[in-house]
């Protein structure tokens, strides 16, 4: 099997883990709800552009500061909580996946 059809198996298992199919689920539930999904998404779009952008440090910090008060406040909605939980739990899992074959490499390299 080359390396190409590995990915895809690794992509295919980890499509049935615990972790993706909640995550799933969660997004699938919050389509339900359009401006609830809207005020997400944008909000995800303005801490990906937080993060890609040149801003000096401490104004990055106070301003993921100011988003993560808006997810708070989104996150009394139990939709919504279910869906950041879901995604921390999934970012989390991938998160263990990559540092575990990290870590297998290194110790190949030394």
Known sequence: MNLDQRKKELIKEIKRTKEFIEFQNSKVNIERYKDLKSEIES???????????NKPKKEKEYLALE?????????????????????KEFHNFMFKLY???????DLELK
């Open 43 to 53: 909000l995800q779009k303005k801490r990906f552009e937080l993060f890609s952008t």
């Open 67 to 87: 988003i993560d008060k808006q997810f708070k406040s989104l996150s009394k909605i139990p939709e919504v909580k279910k869906l950041i939980k879901a995604e």
């Open 99 to 105: 540092k575990d074959i990290n870590h297998s490499l």
